[in-house]
């Protein structure tokens, strides 16, 4: 493998695993970084898609103990009353993404776009922020959150279809507004995002598969592992920040980020 396609493939796993989890839209900071280094075309969007598979693991293995727990005692009143929490938050996006995915990829994956969706997702971040600082949290534990809780923070996470929104700022922001704490509507997001970006991920892959060749294997891998561990990293020091912070720093950046996305590409 070339020394230069090393350092992309580690730069793009870094991007993937710092920006999959937080609120900022992954999907931007990878457009702009894939440009950035001239990493384009079918060959790289099948990469960025894999990558994703990395980070989801990063999640896996931080909460390896609970997912264990639950696949091994799934039908426990405890763990299944979670896996059908879990079920009901996957089922909007994922119905709505398999009826609207071919259009989605036809018609919004561009850089303005995802520009625009960066600083109205940061305003409506804010929003929310201003809001539930006059509220106080009704859910303080994922094990507590009822049904409809889930189905609403499922009816926000199909917001994140547009490219842009964030799935992780979609997810966390419909909890709050649920009534879920910061560090439960975070957690919830965490675990939602394996289903979700599972189902996602390998469908991607699977529409994409003719355009995979043997020398992508090592590209590939190194992406993987780097996304895996990067993604550890910030979901373990995520989980300690929300417990002491608000989320409205991510929606400035959004903002900013978003202003220089769509005037680089303007």
Do not use: C
């Amino acid at each position: 493998m070339e020394v230069i396609l090393l350092i992309k493939v580690i730069i793009l796993g870094i991007v993937e695993g710092l920006t999959e989890f937080l609120p900022v839209s992954s999907t931007g900071h990878l457009i702009i970084a894939g440009d950035l280094l001239d990493y384009t075309g079918e060959r790289a969007n099948t990469f960025e898609i894999f990558i994703q598979l990395g980070a989801i693991f990063g999640v896996i293995w931080h909460y390896r103990a609970r997912v264990l727990e639950l696949a091994v005692h799934a039908l426990r009143p405890r763990e299944f009353q979670f896996l059908l929490r879990l079920f009901i938050a996957f089922l909007p996006a994922a119905i709505i993404g398999l009826l609207t995915h071919k259009y989605i990829k036809a018609y919004l994956f561009n850089p303005l776009t995802v520009a625009g969706a960066l600083v109205v997702g940061g305003v409506v971040i804010l929003l929310i922020e201003r809001w539930y600082r006059g509220h106080s949290a009704r859910v303080n534990d994922i094990d507590n959150m009822t049904h409809l809780d889930a189905l609403k923070v499922g009816l926000a996470q199909t917001l994140s279809l547009f490219p842009g929104v964030s799935r992780a700022g979609a997810t966390i922001m419909g909890g709050l507004v649920a009534g879920l704490s910061r560090t439960t509507a975070t957690e919830f997001s965490f675990f939602l995002a394996i289903p979700i970006m599972f189902a996602a991920t390998l469908f991607d892959l699977y529409k994409s598969a003719d355009v995979l060749r043997a020398d992508d294997i090592a590209p590939f891998a190194v992406g993987f592992v780097v996304a895996f561990i990067s993604a550890v990293i910030v979901v373990r020091t995520f989980l300690i920040y929300v417990g002491r912070h608000t989320f409205s720093p991510f929606a400035w950046y959004r903002i900013v980020f978003g202003l220089a996305v769509g005037a680089y590409f303007w």
